[in-house]
């Protein structure tokens, strides 16, 4: 049978409380607390770390999102962009005469190791005004050492050289008569810096039927279908002592 508890029972309840040691009652009032406060670090800690990897991850996609180089037409110093940019360096006309050279560019960037170029219709040159590096006759592929000296890539000029277009154009063809590859072409550059990261970006170039070029640079993704970057790479020209 159930016992009940009677108002007698309060003086026994009021002694056995007395005997409760004091510490005991102290830490359960600082009980819940702490554990607050326990909650409250971890949960700074947390939120301390997702901003330093918030802070970490914006410098790494901030470097990898812009451009590694930059392109600059020879001799009028134009900066080439995505958007197309008239070369103002050439121009052709219908029966294949030029008046100058359609493209030289020379690129900048910091910690460049080397630049393989790769030219998917025409051709393309590369010399070097310092005399530090090996020159190259027309070529479709080659790759050039850059190095920490970046006071010379100024002097790393590349030479875009559209043989094959004015041979079709002095076959009595009008710009206008080319079908759309004919007047279009591609440079791919694989550049790879100091630290051995890899990045490609492309020049395009396009002959209006006005007989002037336009050119833009934009980021590039190399495709099975890009026969001509896999080619070998040509051989330097050799200097006479």
């Known amino acids: 049978m159930k016992e009940k508890h009677t108002h007698k029972d309060l003086p026994a309840f009021q002694a056995a409380w007395e005997q409760v040691n004091d510490r005991f009652l102290i830490e359960a009032y600082h009980f819940c607390?702490?554990?607050?406060?326990?909650?409250?670090?971890?949960?700074?800690?947390?939120?301390?770390?997702?901003?330093?990897?918030?802070?970490?991850?914006?410098?790494?996609?901030?470097?990898?999102?812009?451009?590694?180089?930059?392109?600059?037409?020879?001799?009028?110093?134009?900066?080439?962009?995505?958007?197309?940019?008239?070369?103002?360096?050439?121009?052709i006309s219908d029966s294949g005469e030029m008046n100058g050279i359609p493209l030289m560019f020379y690129v900048l960037g910091e910690n460049i190791k080397?630049?393989?170029?790769?030219?998917?219709?025409?051709?393309?040159?590369?010399?070097?005004?310092?005399?530090?590096?090996?020159?190259?006759?027309?070529?479709?592929n080659f790759t050039?050492?850059?190095?920490?000296?970046?006071?010379?890539?100024?002097?790393?000029?590349?030479?875009?050289?559209?043989?094959?277009?004015?041979?079709?154009?002095?076959?009595?063809?009008?710009?206008?008569?080319?079908?759309?590859?004919?007047?279009?072409?591609?440079i791919v550059m694989e550049i790879t810096d100091e630290n051995g990261r890899c990045h490609t970006q492309a020049i395009e170039l396009h002959l209006s039927n006005d007989g002037r070029f336009h050119a833009s640079v934009r980021d590039y993704k190399i495709r099975p279908e890009d026969h001509f970057i896999s080619l070998p790479d040509s051989q330097p020209i050799k200097h006479m002592p």
């Not at 770390?49 to 470097?63: D, G, I, K, Q």
């Not at 559209?162 to 063809?173: E, G």
Request: with cysteine.
């Open 144 to 186: 050039v050492p850059y190095g920490c000296s970046e006071e010379d890539y100024y002097y790393l000029v590349i030479y875009w050289r559209p043989s094959n277009l004015l041979q079709k154009l002095q076959k009595s063809n009008r710009i206008a008569d080319l079908a759309a590859e004919e007047k279009n072409d591609l």
């Open 33 to 91: 607390p702490v554990k607050t406060h326990r909650k409250a670090y971890v949960t700074y800690t947390i939120l301390a770390s997702m901003l330093c990897l918030s802070f970490l991850a914006a410098r790494y996609f901030s470097w990898n999102m812009r451009p590694p180089v930059t392109v600059y037409a020879y001799g009028t110093n134009a900066q080439l962009t995505e958007s197309q940019t008239v070369t103002s360096a050439g121009t």
């Open 114 to 140: 080397s630049i393989r170029f790769s030219c998917k219709n025409e051709w393309i040159e590369f010399i070097d005004w310092t005399e530090k590096r090996a020159s190259y006759g027309l070529s479709k």
